[in-house]
């Protein structure tokens, strides 16, 4: 049995639940891979999952799915994604009322332990400095006393694929390196001891509203004695209380990090790179906005896949 991860690389739940929902139907998916540019195939069938994790900013379009999908006997938690910026560091997402209102309609169909907020990325800019972030980070974690149990922080990370719209802003922002030689014109490193600073106060802040914070692929503000637990965006132990009778399968999983910090165990994610139209700058799984929603505009909820690549075989073709 395998732990589906849906989706690291889009919001499936937001813009793709009839995909995933006739794809369940079928009993398997193909996935495409962005390198080879080739498909492998996914199992769907409920033998198979283990646990689905879905990952959103908009639960609400997903919520008539989510209800046939446990009908059937499946099982999942979220990670769902809940910040105060709005534009210009996220173009088109949902309302803060409809996040809100969407994690509200999950706690109550699942229990709050198998709702995570996420507050993340943390983008400390000139428009958005550490004083703005302490007061937004308090109203939203007395919204979300409750209806969530943790919530996983992380700072922004400059990466290939979105330094120039961070520095498209125009505003100075500080960011965690994840790799060498990137220089991005507006951009300052945000130092370690200033990020565990930053961390502990913040888990201060989620105490008082029953929140425990969790730090996501940054190994620096772990630090339990401040109350900054290290995240498992894929948990083991959250996946054994939420199939208890599938201990077994559950207790096989192996650590499985995605990148340095991280503390995810090992999972298969179904989605797909540059296809969510969402327009966040910082995110790191699309070029633009405007390359997602043209996948998007192509995208058939009847397709195997929930990308195929243009002028090659389709995944029926090259996986049946």
């Given at each position: 049995?395998?732990?589906?991860s849906a989706s690291r690389r889009t919001d499936i739940p937001a813009f ?305």
């Amino acid at each position: 049995m395998r732990v589906i991860s849906a989706s690291r690389r889009t919001d499936i739940p937001a813009f793709y639940g009839d995909w995933l929902e006739n794809r369940v139907a079928a009993g398997w998916c193909a996935v495409p891979n962005h390198i080879s540019r080739k498909y492998y195939c996914v199992s769907l069938r409920p033998e198979d999952v283990l646990a689905f994790v879905f990952w959103t900013r908009n639960a609400t379009p997903f919520l008539r799915s989510l209800r046939r999908l446990l009908d059937k006997g499946y099982r999942g938690y979220f990670q769902y994604t809940i910040t105060p910026y709005g534009k210009p560091f996220e173009l088109s997402g949902p309302s803060e009322a409809q996040a809100l209102e969407g994690i509200a309609a999950l706690s109550d169909l699942l229990e709050p332990e198998f709702v995570q907020w996420r507050y993340d990325p943390i983008i400390i800019s000139d428009v958005t400095p550490w004083y703005w972030h302490l007061a937004q980070f308090e109203r939203l974690a007395e919204e979300m006393m409750g209806r969530a149990s943790t919530c996983v922080i992380s700072f922004a990370q400059l990466y290939a694929k979105n330094r120039s719209a961070l520095d498209s802003l125009g505003c100075a922002y500080r960011y965690v390196p994840v790799a060498e030689g990137l220089r991005p014109k507006h951009g300052t490193v945000l130092p370690a001891a200033e990020r565990r600073t930053l961390a502990s106060e913040l888990a201060r802040i989620g105490a008082r509203y029953g929140l425990r914070v969790a730090a996501c692929c940054d190994s620096a503000l772990v630090d339990e004695s401040a109350g900054v637990f290290q995240s498992h965006c894929i948990d083991r132990d959250l996946i054994l209380r939420l199939r208890p009778e599938a201990a077994y399968s559950a207790a096989r999983l192996c650590e499985k990090p995605t990148r340095a910090g991280c503390g995810c165990f090992e999972s298969v994610d179904i989605g797909a790179y540059d296809t969510c139209p969402f327009g966040c700058v910082y995110c790191y799984a699309s070029k633009s906005q405007a390359s997602a929603k043209a996948n998007l505009a192509r995208h058939n909820p009847t397709r195997p896949a929930l990308f195929e690549f243009q002028g090659k075989p389709s995944p029926d073709e090259e996986l049946l």
